[in-house]
């Protein structure tokens, strides 16, 4: 027991040599998801009703950022599917997958729960009361903006109820705060319902339902700033609260007791998330499993680390949703399906085997 | 001196908890809290490492209440080990460690050699890339001591550190404390083992700290069946003793 403690430096490395190979092994996942990323989003551009080339995708977007650099090797529709649909799409995917993946990871540790996503606190049920409003009330559906706006200001209203209600004298509680948005969840589900009940039009009715089943297909250029920014400084500031997120999931009295303002940054961590999800919710419908099963697949390449986990996280939920919109469009052609349900099909049998490979039991029972 | 409590008292969902609680824990001092289950030893414990705020009286750590402190500045001054043991997630016992480094700015590898040197401090040797999860109970005591170390306060606070363990782990958690040489205040359940491993020990009974002073003068048969209703006996039985090699 009373170890040679004059040694101790030396063997410091010797001790964490595990680490320099976590750290190479860290690496190489990131590059290798990247790949897949950019792979993904390349098959994405090409494959459709009209296929485009592989090379020739490369063109088309070679020749629109710096116009005369490639042979024209393409036609004038070829160029309009990609350039206007496809890419565009593509993109949305990219950074819809990321976000949902990276605001359940944080949910995950902000409520010390599992079995958090992004559709816990009822943001993305006040979300799509808006979009139903203004779908069933036909104000417009074109170019898909007032859809967005309604849908990010039902979420916005949203956020505030369930803030007013989980929090007592300015402080939020993991349990206070998963009930509150339980119960708006319902609330909102129950009024969008009622609308659509007493919605005249079938064909509303339908667009509906397919919008709060998540897909992309409004894709336009004009929806990519927002969500794109929202989750560079999303990111960025969660990268920059690691060490505070993995004390955070170390349970609240450890993270005080670790120098962290607990109350400050479940505040601060309630907001960004809320936003961020009323952001992607606005453009793209209310996708399932991708914020619930992606972080969980990320721990388990990468352990719970916040550092690794939220980059890893983000990779892989832009490359799955990726994969899912191809899937999406491409089974039933010239059908879309509705994104909500190739995640399941993919999400349900992953989460059984998490279900059976890990005692869950013990972890849910905290909130 | 390290800690001053003075006339600290708590309130839990407004039911007063603590009353006009006051102790004293000076350098290099380890001081052990006893009481009754329900007295308000960790509601005291929690209030000086601030995870509650008291309703009167002031805590001091280095002359310095600590609830005016900015949070990263009293958890360099304070660390605690308690009971309560991170959830299922599968943070490396090396990561758990690290996290001690949370009040200080970041310094990669001399922030490594520093949890290296606390887990051999501890007797972790090779556990840094284990799973904290699939520690033993004793392992996972070790770990969490390790990165109250890295944390570099000159206060410890250990609330209930040995409940989970056996008897010789009780007692190797215990000697590893003491042999640390930090100002450490502990709530400990087993008075014979508090008598043993402090210099001096506070009783607690209905939120009150009764008596202070050194074990012997304040553990007195007439204490013992006031605050805990027990008769106490002196009398010859089992004496545990740490062996000095496994």
């Given at each position: 027991m009373t170890g040679d403690t004059r040694r101790a430096p030396a063997q410091a490395t010797s001790i964490f040599k595990g680490r320099a190979g976590t750290e190479r092994r860290f690496g190489l996942l990131v590059g290798a998801l990247a790949v897949a990323v950019v792979a993904s989003t390349w098959l994405a551009v090409s494959i459709g009703a009209i296929?485009?080339?592989l090379p020739?995708?490369?063109g088309i977007v070679a020749d629109r950022l710096v116009p005369g650099l490639v042979p024209r090797t393409w036609t004038p529709v070829q160029e309009q599917i990609v350039w206007d649909f496809r890419?565009?799409?593509?993109?949305?995917?990219?950074?819809v997958g990321a976000g949902l993946a990276v605001v359940g990871a944080v949910l995950q540790a902000l409520v010390r729960n599992?079995?958090?996503d992004p559709f816990l606190l009822g943001i993305s049920s006040g979300a799509s009361f808006g979009a139903v409003l203004v779908l069933i009330l036909g104000i417009s559906t074109l170019g898909g903006l007032p859809l967005s706006a309604a849908a990010f200001a039902g979420s916005l209203l949203a956020l505030g109820l369930v803030y007013a209600l989980a929090q007592r004298s300015g402080r939020i509680t993991p349990s206070r705060l998963v009930l509150a948005g339980v119960a708006l969840a319902y609330l909102f589900q129950a009024l969008y319902s009622f609308v659509l009940q007493q919605a005249q039009s079938g064909r509303a009715a339908q667009q509906v339902l397919f919008w709060l089943m998540g897909s992309l297909g409004g894709a336009r250029w004009e929806m990519l700033p927002l969500p794109a920014v929202a989750l560079a400084g999303g990111l960025a500031y969660l990268l920059l609260q690691h060490r505070r997120l993995n004390a955070l999931?170390?349970?609240?009295e450890t993270a005080v007791s670790l120098g962290v303002n607990v109350h400050r940054l479940r505040l601060t961590l309630f907001v960004l998330t809320s936003l961020l999800v009323g952001v992607l919710v606005a453009t793209s419908g209310a996708i399932a499993f991708v914020g619930l099963i992606v972080p969980h697949a990320a721990r388990l390449l990468v352990g719970a680390d916040h550092r690794r986990v939220l980059p890893v996280t983000a990779l892989l939920g832009a490359a799955f949703l990726q994969l899912v919109d191809i899937a999406a469009r491409t089974v039933n052609a010239p059908q879309e399906l509705a994104l909500s349900i190739v995640t399941a099909l993919f999400g349900v049998p992953f989460f059984l085997w998490l279900l059976r490979r890990r005692s869950v039991d013990r972890a849910v029972t905290v909130a | 001196m390290r800690l001053d409590l003075s006339g600290v008292s708590v309130r839990l969902d407004d039911r007063p908890i603590v009353h006009e609680?006051?102790?004293r824990v000076d350098d290099g001092e380890f001081v052990a809290l006893v009481g009754p289950n329900g007295c308000g030893k960790s509601t005291l414990m929690r209030t000086i490492y601030r995870a509650l705020r008291p309703s009167a009286g002031l805590i001091t750590v280095d002359g310095d209440d600590v609830h005016g402190l900015s949070w990263r500045e009293s958890a360099r001054r304070t660390a605690v080990v308690a009971q309560e043991t991170p959830a299922e997630l599968d943070f490396t016992v090396g990561e758990v460690v690290l996290m001690g480094r949370t009040p200080y700015r970041l310094e990669g590898q001399a922030d490594a050699e520093r949890c290296a040197r606390a887990l051999e401090r501890v007797g972790l040797t090779d556990g840094a890339d284990r799973v904290y999860a699939t520690l033993s109970g004793g392992e996972k005591q070790r770990a969490l001591i390790a990165r109250a170390l890295v944390q570099e306060t000159r206060l410890l606070l250990l609330d209930e550190p040995t409940s989970h363990l056996d008897v010789r782990h009780q007692l190797e958690i215990l000697h590893l404390v003491r042999e640390l040489g930090v100002a450490t205040l502990a709530v400990l359940h087993?008075?014979?083992?508090?008598?043993?491993?402090?210099d001096r020990l506070y009783v607690m009974s209905a939120g009150r700290v009764l008596a202070g002073g050194p074990p012997g003068q304040v553990l007195t048969p007439e204490l013992i069946s006031e605050v805990y209703g027990v008769r106490a006996v002196r009398r010859t039985q089992l004496v545990f003793e740490r062996l000095e090699e496994r």
């Open positions: 296929p485009v080339a020739q995708t490369w890419l565009p799409r593509a993109l949305l995917a990219l950074l599992p079995l958090a999931s170390a349970g609240e | 609680a006051g102790l087993d008075l014979n083992q508090a008598a043993a491993f402090c």
